[in-house]
């Protein structure tokens, strides 16, 4: 949707797994849980610089580079 939370307080409501939906005294810390936030009070996402795309490039760059044949991959199996 390209949002995010913007003037959200809190969440409207906190999706829980169905393990924790039986146990209602514990706490709900799985990764599956999910929280819903009013989409009225979100506001756009920013968009980032081009000096911050720079950036992430040449990070990305940097990671995706082999130290052994120098080539860029997206994974290198030499080793």
């Known amino acids: 949707m390209g949002l ?6 809190g969440p409207v409501a906190i999706l829980c ?5 039986y146990r209602p005294q514990w706490s709900c810390n799985h990764p599956t849980r ?3 936030l009013r989409v009225d009070l979100a506001k756009p996402k920013r968009m980032p610089t081009l ?7 040449r990070a990305m760059s940097a990671r995706e580079t082999c130290g052994d044949c120098g080539r860029r991959f997206v994974f290198c199996l030499s080793k």
């Open 4 to 9: 995010s939370p913007g003037d959200n307080d």
């Open 51 to 57: 000096v911050q795309e720079w950036a992430l490039d």
């Open 34 to 36: 999910g929280f819903l």
């Open 17 to 21: 797994c169905k393990w924790c939906s």
